[in-house]
Structure formats: structure tokens, C-alpha cells
């Protein structure tokens, strides 16, 4: 069986609104996915915000269960880990650093292939070695500094902001976010998993 975990901070607005609608495209396609959502700080038994709820039974989608924090199992569970944010991502492989090839921001995975992701690379790249080069007290080259930056300013943002405590047309753009970017990688994931 093929396993998502999806991930967020508290798992009550964005993992659960993501997860719902995952298991909604992968049901309708046929595809054979388990999904489930969890938190990189939360507590177990949380319900999902009232917002969230809402949302989702507007687009007539069943509620997740309850918040479940993420747990050693819940990494060694999944095939593929999903994050709304760059930060979660960096939580989870903090933690987990042999979870490495099967994390990635929810935005990242989606742009798999995308030309794009040949500049993130650079960037990252450009990144780490400046962070060596700090720390012996050196620099990049002017040029290097120049190439960075401008790769900064063309990659695009692979955070989905956090609707909690906003009103419900914050969640609502939230789900729509989701939504487009889980259209774009539901075809990705049955390809991804049969290549495993």
C-alpha cells in the first residue's frame, strides 16, 4: 500500500483540510493511497478547527479524526512525507534526518520536474556553501552573492500560510490553495509509487 503523511504545525487546519481532500482525488481516481495527517506541535486528540470543518463540508469531504502528533511510527510509516512548510520540513528531518528522500514541502513535490527546481538546487547549493564559508570566516564571491540572490528572488515561496485564527474566507483561499497544488500531484504520486 502506498502511504502520505501529511504535515503541518498543530493538525487542525491545513494537514487535516489536505488530507480529507487527498483521500477524496485518490478514491475518485482509483488510486490505492493511504493518507494520514500529523503535527509538528500539537498534542493527540486536538479536534480539527471549526473553520477547517466547515470548509471542508462545503466541499462535501469527510473530517479527519482528531490531531495526532508526529511520532517516530508515523515517519517510518509513510512512503512519501508531505509538509506545508519549509519550516516543517526542516522539523521533521531535524528529528527524523533519515526521512530525507521521502520529505518535501506539499509545493515542492507538485513542482517535481518543473525547470524551477533546477534553481532551487543551485540556491541551495550556493546556500551551503556560504554557511561553510562563514564558518571560516571567509565569503562568497561578489558573484556568487549575485547569483544567489537573484535565484532567491525567481524561486517561488513553498509555504501555505497558516489560516489558523483567521476568518473563515482565510481557510477557504486555504483549501483552494491545497486543492490546486493536490490536482497537480495526485497523477505524480501513482507514477512516483510505481517507480518504488
Known sequence: MNRVLI????NTCRSPMAEAMLKDLAERSGKPIEIRSAGVATANGLPI????????RKRNLALPGASTMLSADEVVWANLILTMTAGHKRAILQRFPEALSKTFTLKEYALRGDPVMDDVAEAEQLYSE?????????????????????LQ????????????????????????????????LVDKLDSDFKDR
Not at 478547527?49 to 471542508?56: D, G, P, Q, R
Not at 564558518?135 to 556568487?144: D, I, M, R, Y
Open 130 to 150: 556560504w554557511q561553510v564559508r562563514q564558518a571560516l570566516g571567509q565569503n562568497l564571491s561578489t558573484e556568487q552573492r549575485a547569483r544567489l540572490f537573484e
Open 7 to 10: 504535515v503541518c504545525t498543530g
Open 153 to 184: 528572488r525567481n524561486i517561488p515561496d513553498f509555504d501555505i500560510a497558516d489560516p489558523f485564527g483567521g476568518p473563515l474566507t482565510l481557510y477557504e483561499q486555504c483549501a483552494d490553495e491545497i486543492e490546486d497544488i493536490l490536482l497537480t
Open 49 to 56: 478547527s471549526s473553520h477547517a470543518a466547515v470548509t471542508l
